[in-house]
């Protein structure tokens, strides 16, 4: 699986999405979509995976570089909802089983980071941040690892669900600075952890939440908070029909902001 994951990608330099179905029993119905451009850079390192069938939810933002930041991206978009599925497709698991699960994942997309180093030096230093959400038996499963955000929308109210690893956000969390001068501080997108073929700096945690039919939930890379509040996601999001729309309006908005980075960002609803 290393070796084929990172010959794919090399091969192509293209891939963007990876999905898969499967057969789980569901209680909850979720629609999703999702979109990912380059914004104001020339090529893109984000990646994002959704499932319905699964009911699993993925966006990845690389670092370390053109080729290296996509790479890590790449492998962590398709190596995570792998492992996931292939555990949960034979087994019923309590809640310390999911943890488990979750962690041997992120576990494995550091192993493949690390085996496409041994065979490319060059990208020593890839990473990337993500964002994963997945339903399993109606109770919606969430982490994240660096500045990739969790958001969900319950009756028109938004609730920004994961906080920041990054260095500003220690500096917020102190009392040294304040939000509105975060979103400007010059070392913003210094983050204190991220998924690199070094490992995870600190250990990668998930926690759960109760959703209701209606809700809708997103994840999204940096490139998109970046340029938009809270506020101004949360009404993007009320006042949408469906998750397409949603992502083509949150997208949009921030492409009208001359976004300078790449906005990626999926929506699920039940």
Avoid at 23 to 29: D, S, T, V
Avoid at 217 to 246: H, K, N, W, Y
Wanted: proline share 2%; hydrophobic share 35%; net charge negative.
């Amino acid at each position: 699986m290393p070796t084929s994951i990172v010959q794919r990608y090399l091969a192509s330099k293209s891939a963007e999405t990876y999905s898969g179905a499967d057969e789980y029993g569901f209680e909850l119905a979720i629609r999703s979509a999702g979109a990912s451009v380059c914004g104001g850079r020339d090529y893109n390192e984000d990646r994002f995976y959704r499932s319905d069938p699964s009911q699993f939810y993925l966006v990845a933002d690389g670092m370390g570089g053109h080729l290296g930041g996509a790479m890590a991206s790449q492998i962590a978009m398709e190596t995570i909802p792998m492992v996931w599925q292939s555990r949960t497709r034979q087994n019923s698991l309590s809640y310390s089983g999911i943890q488990s699960v979750y962690r041997e994942a992120i576990s494995c997309a550091t192993r493949e980071m690390s085996s496409a180093v041994s065979d490319h030096p060059e990208y020593d230093h890839m990473g990337c941040t993500l964002a994963v959400a997945f339903v399993y038996c109606g109770r919606m499963y969430y982490g994240h690892v660096g500045d990739c955000r969790v958001y969900l929308l319950h009756r028109n109210t938004l609730t920004r669900l994961t906080k920041d690893e990054t260095l500003v956000q220690g500096l917020v969390d102190a009392g040294s600075i304040d939000a509105r001068q975060a979103r400007v501080h010059r070392w913003r997108h210094v983050v204190t952890n991220s998924v690199s073929a070094q490992g995870l700096q600190q250990r990668a945690r998930l926690r759960s939440a109760q959703i209701s039919i209606g809700d809708r939930v997103m994840l999204t890379s940096d490139g998109l908070t970046d340029e938009l509040t809270d506020d101004e996601i949360a009404q993007i999001m009320a006042r949408c029909f469906d998750p397409q729309e949603c992502v083509d309006q949150l997208i949009g908005a921030a492409l009208e902001r001359k976004a300078r980075d790449n906005v990626s960002c999926v929506v699920f609803q039940t």
